[in-house]
């Protein structure tokens, strides 16, 4: 079988990474992958930088789509691709046309990473989603909105969770002492770290504000955000902030780190506060690391934690209520160290990216 991987996306985020992966992953597993990416593009220099077999569209039109898409049959019909599967939502009207043109027997698998919030059920989204072999998506909440919106029948549809690697081993108590030493971490101090884009979406300004409530009371707290900034406006009002309120030594900014679960184990908790994160992949990395996670009771976030077992929720866009549950882990060690552990067993059990490829390759071979 001949895999076609396809993201034309010229973004830097979650869905453009899984896309990459799922090219080098399906590759080493012995499928037989080309990706094809945009020009220039943020994947098209990774896929360079790691030696992924690759071809380029360029850049095109919305509105006149047709060009790309018979240069995307071509290029089917060349390298005798028997599956495509696609990742971003823009990519849609490219692959259909790119199906129905290909002068051979083709397959369409769409991994739909972001919600879906009204009916598509008109002629143009009929043509659109007709094409589609299988529709997967990786939260039951967007299946149950594939199925209440979209004009595609349920056989055709199925949830496939997203996996993390498992970690490198845990460090040892002086290993992780001196991790906390390069963070900045000061002794004594709750730890809790934040990975994500730095843009108002993903919320550090809660984190922010949750942190000013607990030095209020006197509670021992540090907080590291790690990231790459995305919106300067808006990190430049979170160092006013940090000024203003004087957090500067209860708060540490990073840029981006290139292996996050690496320093995880320095952490006491890990948090989410994404507004509505559709999926939360950092979650499962820091559970999978054996740290407790906090998250917004928002998107699909709550199939990953289990409040109050694998985790705690609050309520998204409430900085008071991430304080209390903040203050409730700092305040309970063994509480802390409960929830960290029965995390670890729930995302070994549902979200071992080991597994969730298994299972993509078995989808994409035979379904």
């Not at 597993?29 to 896929?47: I, P, Y």
Request: hydrophobic share 45%; net charge positive; with cysteine.
């Amino acid at each position: 079988m001949k895999l076609l991987e396809l993201c034309t996306s010229r973004g830097v985020g979650g869905l453009e990474l899984y896309a990459l992966r799922c090219a080098s992953r399906l590759s080493a597993a012995g499928l037989d992958v080309l990706a094809v990416l945009r020009a220039d593009s943020f994947l098209h220099r990774r896929a360079q930088e790691q030696g992924i077999a690759h071809a380029t569209l360029p850049r095109r039109s919305r509105h006149l789509p047709l060009i790309a898409a018979r240069r995307l049959a071509r290029l089917i019909e060349r390298h005798a691709i028997d599956v495509i599967h696609m990742h971003w939502g823009e990519d849609l009207l490219l692959a259909a046309l790119a199906k129905r043109w290909a002068r051979r027997p083709l397959r369409l698998i769409y991994t739909r990473q972001m919600e879906l919030t009204r009916a598509k059920k008109d002629a143009y989204h009929r043509f659109l989603y007709h094409p589609i072999d299988r529709y997967l998506t990786i939260t039951d909440r967007l299946l149950a909105q594939a199925q209440t919106y979209l004009p595609l029948p349920a056989a055709r549809m199925q949830r496939l969770y997203l996996g993390a690697p498992a970690p490198d081993a845990a460090p040892d108590d002086a290993a992780r002492r001196a991790l906390r030493r390069r963070l900045n971490i000061p002794d004594g101090h709750f730890a809790v770290g934040l990975i994500g884009r730095m843009e108002e979406n993903k919320g550090q300004h809660l984190l922010i504000e949750a942190v000013r409530q607990l030095r209020a009371q006197g509670t021992a707290i540090h907080a590291t955000l790690i990231g790459p900034v995305m919106d300067a406006g808006y990190a430049q009002r979170l160092q006013q902030t940090i000024a203003r309120h004087e957090l500067g030594a209860a708060l540490t900014l990073h840029g981006a780190h290139p292996a996050p679960m690496a320093i995880m184990p320095a952490f006491d908790a890990v948090a989410l506060t994404t507004r509505a994160e559709t999926f939360g992949l950092v979650l499962i990395e820091a559970m999978r690391c054996g740290v407790a996670v906090i998250g917004s009771n928002a998107g699909g976030v709550p199939e990953i934690i289990e409040h109050e077992h694998s985790g705690l929720l609050f309520q998204s866009g409430d900085a008071a209520q991430l304080a209390a549950q903040l203050q409730r882990l700092s305040a309970a060690p063994d509480f802390c160290r409960q929830l960290a552990t029965s995390g670890k067993l729930r995302a070994d059990r549902l979200f071992d990216e080991t597994n969730h490829f298994r299972q993509l390759a078995d989808i994409l071979q035979n379904h």
